[in-house]
C-alpha cells in the first residue's frame, strides 16, 4: 500500500478512494486491467445491473464448476449497497464523480469474475459479503441529506475505500498458486483480513445510518405534509443548482412510486425472487421450442407455465425473470423512448405468496408492475409530471386507466414488455382475472409488444377461466421426463453439499440417486425432502443402514407423506404445534429472534422474569430440532418460513390428513402438530396481548423475581459444571452443592431450595434488554388485529388482558381508532372502527358490557351502511355481517354459533 494511502488523515477521502482505485487496477494483470479500464467509462450500476452482475457470476460458475450453486445471488443484498452508494453520488454530484461511481462497481465486478475460478474461496466471499450486507442499513433515504452533508460524503468514502482495498487484497490472493492458497496458514491469514474488512465495513456502515438519521430528523419539520414541502426545503442545502434539482427531481420520482407501490413492498419483491434463484437453477426451458417462439413474438404474446404441487415452478420463474434481465437496457426508458432504433425489452415480474398479509391483491400485483415501467424513466421526464399533475386532479385510484395510459406511453414504443407473474393461482379467482385483464388492456395504451407470461399448478381451479381467456397462449406442461437432466444436477448438487455429514459407498450413492430420481416424479420438493432424511442438517438420531434401505424400498409416494415422515422425525417436542402456529398465523414473516421469544410466552402469564432462563441460546437449533426440516430460516434477514406453501396446506388439513380422505395410522400419529387457522391467530393474539402485559415496558429490564425455586430431586451432580476458571465461582458451585448434601442429611422427604438469589449475579448479565424487546415491534403493530379471535375463548385470562388493553391501556399501546389517545372511553367510536374493520373481538366486548346499547349503535351503523333496516334482535351480534368479514378456510371459527 503506497505512503500516500497509508497517512490516511493527510488526505481527503476522495483523493484516497481516488488512489485506492488507482493501485487496486495496478494489482490487475493486463488483460484484467483493460476490462476494469473499460467498465468505467459506462454509465453508474442500476438496480438491475445487480441482477446482471449476479446471473453472469452464476453462469460463469456453474460451467467451471460442476456443484455450483446460485452463490453469487446469495451477495446481491450487499451489490444492492454498493450500487446505491454509487447512484447517489452519481446523480447528486454530477459527472465529475461519473468516474468514482463506476469505477467502484467496476472493481467489484473484475473481482468477482476473478475470484468465480476458485469455488471454495468465492463460497467465503458469497458468506462474507452476505453477513456484511445483512449488518448496513445504506438505503436510498441517503438522498435526502447527502448533497448537504460533507461529513456524510466522507464516511461513504470511507465505506467504499474499504471495500475497494479489500478487492485488491482478494484479487492478490487469487494471483497465487492453488497448492499455496489451499495451505492452512494461507486460509487463516485470509480469514483474519476477511473478519478484519467486516469489522471495519461494519464500523463505517454504522456511522453512515447514525449521521443519516441525525441528518433527516433534523431536515424533516414537525408536520411533513409531503415530500414536495420537504425537499422544497431540502434544496437549500445543496451545493449547487444542479444538485438542488437533481434532489427535487428523485424527491418527486420517489413520492409518485410509493403512491404505487411503497419501498417496503418494492423490497419484498425483490427479495421473493432472490429467495427462490438461490434454490436453484434451470436452464431447460431456454431451449424449449414454446418459449423461444413466446419470447421472438412480434405481438401480444402469452406463455402459460403449469406444473404439479413441488414441481419447482417458482424456481423456474425466478430463473425466468434472470434470463430476461440479461436482455434488458440498463438505459432509461425515457431515453430509449427518443430513438427509433429497436431497443432491449423492458422487464416488470410479481411473485405470489402468502408471506404478507394482503399481499395478493389486485392493487398490490399491478401497482408493483406499473411501479417497476415507471421506475425506468428518469426523475427529469415529463412522464412524473404528467402522473403528479393527474393525481393531483383525480379522486380516483392511483391504478386508474388515466395513470396506466400515462406510464404505458412514457415506455419506448420500439421495445418489448415483460410482464413475468409466479404463482397468480394463489390469488383470488376474481383478482386472478382482474390482474391478465388489466394487463391485456395495455395492449390498447400503447404500441410496443407485449409478452405475458404466468404459472399455475396444474390441478387450480382458475385453469378453465384462464383457458377461455388465453386459447391462443403458448402453453409448457412440467413432466418429470422435462426435469430429468436438472433433477440429477440438483441432487448432484444437494449430495455434494451434504458430504460433511456422511459418506456413502460411491455405487450406493449412485442407487439412491437413481431411485430418488425415478420415485420423484418432477417433484423438487419431495426430492429435497428425502435428502433431508437422509442427511439431516441438524442430525439428532443415527441414521442407520437399514433407514436407508427401508427409503429406498419404500418411499413416500406423495408430498403428503413425506410431509408426515418428516413430522415424526422430530424428536425435540417441546414446543409441538406451536413453532408452526406461530409462523402460520404470522402478518409477516417472524424473524428468528421474534420466534425465539414469541415461543416462550405463556399466554395469561404476566410474569416475564422466567422467559429469559427459558430461553434456548442457539435460535437456529430451535428450527432444525423442533421444525421437522419443514421451516427454513431466509439468509438475508433471518426470517423463519415454510419451505414450501404446501407444508401450511397439509398442517392445515383436518387430523392430518385431508379432509375429503379417510384418514390413516400414519396421519393420526402426527395429528397433534395439525391445526386450524383460526387456532393459529387465537395463539399469536394470546402471545401479542400477554407480552404487552410485561413488566419491560414500564421496568428496567433485570429479573425482579429474587428467588428460583427448585427441587431436589432435580438436581444432579451436573451442578458441578458451574465450576469456572475464576475461584468466586468455584465457590458457588460448592455452597450450592454443600447446601443440597446439608437438606438431604435433614429430611429424607423432598425439599426446595431458594438458590436464586446465589445465582442471580451470574443469570443477570446474560438477561439482554433487546433480546426481550425484540418482539415488541410485531406485538405493538399486529395484537389489535389478532386480537380479532379472542372473542371465541372469551371465558379466559387472555380475554381478560385484552379487555385491559382496550380499557385502561399500558401507555405503550395505541390504537388505530384513537392513536392520539384522546377519547379513550369512546364507545362509539370503538365500535365504528371494529365495525368497519370486522373486528368481532371489540363488538363481542361491547356485546357483553350492554347488549341493547350496542344494538342501537350497530344498527345506525347498519343502516348507515347498507342502506336498509336493521334486521336482528338485540344481541344476536354474532349473527351480523359487517364489511369485509369472512371465516378464513379451515378456520375453525364459527361466528353464527354460541361458542
Request: charged fraction near 20%.
Amino acid at each position: 500500500m503506497s505512503t500516500a494511502l497509508s497517512q490516511a488523515a493527510s488526505l481527503k477521502p476522495d483523493i484516497r478512494l481516488a488512489q485506492a482505485l488507482s493501485e487496486f487496477c495496478a494489482s490487475l494483470n493486463d488483460a484484467r486491467a483493460n476490462e476494469f479500464k473499460a467498465l468505467r467509462t459506462r454509465s453508474p450500476p442500476t438496480p438491475a445491473d445487480v441482477i446482471k452482475l449476479t446471473e453472469e457470476i452464476n453462469r460463469d460458475g456453474s460451467r467451471a464448476h460442476k456443484t455450483w450453486r446460485p452463490y453469487a445471488t446469495s451477495m446481491a443484498l450487499f451489490l444492492d449497497k454498493v450500487q446505491t452508494l454509487s447512484r447517489i453520488g452519481d446523480l447528486l454530484l454530477g459527472a465529475s464523480q461519473n468516474l468514482m461511481a463506476t469505477g467502484i462497481w467496476a472493481a467489484v465486478k473484475v473481482t468477482l469474475g476473478i475470484a468465480v475460478g476458485s469455488l471454495t474461496f468465492f463460497r467465503r466471499i458469497s458468506e462474507l459479503f452476505l453477513k456484511v450486507g445483512r449488518s448496513s442499513h445504506i438505503t436510498e433515504d441517503l438522498v435526502h441529506v447527502f448533497p448537504g452533508s460533507k461529513e456524510l460524503q466522507d464516511l461513504m468514502c470511507e465505506y467504499l475505500i474499504t471495500l475497494v482495498s479489500f478487492c485488491q487484497k482478494i484479487v492478490q490472493v487469487l494471483n497465487k498458486p492453488t497448492l499455496i492458497r489451499l495451505t492452512s496458514p494461507f486460509i487463516a491469514f485470509f480469514d483474519k483480513e476477511a473478519l478484519k474488512f467486516e469489522d471495519d465495513l461494519t464500523r463505517w456502515s454504522t456511522a453512515i445510518d447514525r449521521r443519516s438519521v441525525v441528518l433527516l430528523s433534523h431536515r424533516q419539520v414537525e408536520s411533513a405534509d409531503t415530500i414536495t414541502k420537504i425537499s422544497r426545503t431540502l434544496t437549500q442545502w445543496a451545493p449547487t443548482s444542479d444538485a438542488k434539482k437533481q434532489q427535487a427531481l428523485m424527491l418527486r420520482s420517489e413520492r409518485l412510486q410509493k403512491m404505487l407501490c411503497p419501498r417496503q413492498e418494492v423490497q419484498q419483491r425483490i427479495a421473493a425472487w432472490r429467495r427462490q434463484r438461490k434454490k436453484g437453477t434451470s436452464n431447460w426451458l431456454f431451449q424449449n421450442t414454446d418459449y423461444l417462439k413466446w419470447k421472438t413474438f412480434e405481438g401480444f404474446s402469452t406463455l402459460w407455465i403449469r406444473g404439479k404441487l413441488g414441481s419447482g415452478k417458482t424456481v423456474l420463474m425466478a430463473n425466468l425473470v434472470a434470463e430476461l434481465y440479461s436482455l434488458c437496457s440498463p438505459v432509461h426508458a425515457q431515453k430509449a423512448a427518443e430513438t427509433t432504433a429497436q431497443t432491449p425489452p423492458i422487464l416488470a415480474y410479481f411473485f405470489c405468496n402468502s408471506d404478507y398479509a394482503n399481499s395478493n391483491t389486485y392493487e398490490k400485483v399491478v401497482g408493483s408492475i406499473f411501479q417497476q415501467f415507471l421506475a425506468l424513466c428518469e426523475p427529469g421526464s415529463k412522464v412524473f409530471a404528467n402522473l403528479d399533475e393527474h393525481l393531483k386532479r383525480s379522486s380516483s385510484s392511483p391504478l386508474d386507466t388515466e395513470t396506466r395510459s400515462i406510464i404505458r406511453n412514457a415506455l419506448p414504443k420500439n421495445s418489448s414488455l415483460f410482464i413475468v407473474l409466479d404463482a397468480i393461482d394463489e390469488c383470488d379467482p376474481s383478482v386472478v382475472v382482474r390482474i391478465l385483464s388489466a394487463v391485456r388492456q395495455l395492449i390498447f395504451l400503447g404500441e410496443s409488444p407485449i409478452h405475458l407470461c404466468f404459472s399455475t399448478r396444474t390441478d387450480a381451479p382458475i385453469n378453465e377461466r384462464i383457458g377461455t381467456l388465453f386459447s391462443e397462449a403458448f402453453t409448457i406442461t412440467m413432466t418429470p421426463s422435462t426435469l430429468s437432466s436438472e433433477m440429477h444436477s440438483f441432487i448432484d448438487a444437494e449430495f455434494e453439499r451434504r458430504q460433511h455429514i456422511r459418506r456413502l459407498d460411491k455405487s450406493l450413492e449412485e442407487i439412491i440417486k437413481a431411485v430418488l430420481v425415478e420415485a420423484s416424479e418432477g417433484m423438487y420438493l419431495w426430492v429435497a425432502l428425502q435428502i433431508e432424511a437422509l442427511f439431516p442438517l441438524h442430525n439428532t438420531t443415527l441414521i442407520s443402514p437399514a433407514d436407508i434401505l427401508k427409503l429406498l424400498e419404500q418411499p413416500p409416494k406423495d408430498l403428503d407423506e413425506a410431509f408426515n415422515r418428516a413430522l415424526r422425525r422430530i424428536t425435540d417436542t417441546r414446543y409441538g404445534k406451536a413453532i408452526f402456529q406461530l409462523v402460520a398465523g404470522a402478518r409477516r414473516p417472524l424473524t428468528l429472534a421474534e420466534l425465539r421469544i414469541a415461543l416462550h410466552v405463556q399466554p395469561g402469564e404476566t410474569d416475564w422474569s422466567a422467559v429469559p432462563l427459558s430461553l434456548p441460546p442457539d435460535a437456529r437449533a430451535i428450527i432444525g430440532l423442533c421444525g421437522g426440516g419443514l421451516l427454513e430460516i431466509e439468509e438475508e434477514d433471518d426470517t423463519v418460513r415454510f419451505i414450501h406453501h404446501s407444508v401450511l396446506q397439509y398442517l392445515l388439513s383436518l387430523r392430518g390428513h385431508r379432509i375429503t380422505d379417510a384418514p390413516t395410522a400414519t396421519a393420526l400419529a402426527t395429528s397433534d402438530y395439525h391445526f386450524y387457522q383460526g387456532e393459529a391467530d387465537i395463539l399469536l393474539g394470546s402471545v401479542c396481548v400477554t407480552y404487552l402485559h410485561y413488566g419491560i415496558f414500564n421496568t428496567s429490564l433485570g429479573p425482579t423475581s429474587p428467588s428460583l425455586v427448585i427441587s431436589t430431586d432435580q438436581i444432579t451432580n451436573h451442578v458441578a459444571s458451574l465450576v469456572a476458571t475464576t475461584s468466586s465461582e468455584a465457590n458457588m458451585a460448592s455452597k450450592i452443592v454443600a447446601t443440597i448434601k446439608r437438606s438431604r442429611v435433614s429430611s429424607a422427604q423432598q425439599q426446595e431450595l431458594n438458590i436464586g438469589q446465589m445465582l442471580q449475579r451470574y443469570l443477570e448479565p446474560k438477561v439482554d434488554a433487546d433480546e426481550l424487546l425484540v418482539f415488541s415491534d410485531y406485538a405493538h403493530e399486529n395484537w389489535l388485529w389478532h386480537a380479532n379471535f379472542l372473542w371465541t375463548i372469551h371465558e379466559s385470562k387472555v380475554y381478560t388482558l385484552f379487555q385491559s388493553l382496550l380499557r385502561s391501556p399500558a401507555g405503550h399501546v395505541t390504537w388505530p381508532f384513537d392513536p392520539n389517545r384522546a377519547i379513550v372511553h369512546s364507545p362509539s367510536n370503538q365500535m365504528r372502527w371494529a365495525w368497519l374493520n370486522s373486528h368481532f373481538g371489540i363488538l363481542f366486548d361491547y356485546l357483553s358490557i350492554s347488549p341493547n346499547s350496542v344494538d342501537v349503535a350497530l344498527s345506525k351503523l347498519f343502516e348507515d351502511t347498507y342502506r336498509d333496516p336493521w334486521p336482528w334482535s338485540p344481541g344476536n351480534m354474532m349473527r351480523i355481517p359487517t364489511p369485509g368479514w369472512h371465516v378464513p378456510k379451515h378456520s375453525g371459527l364459527r361466528p353464527d354459533s354460541s361458542t
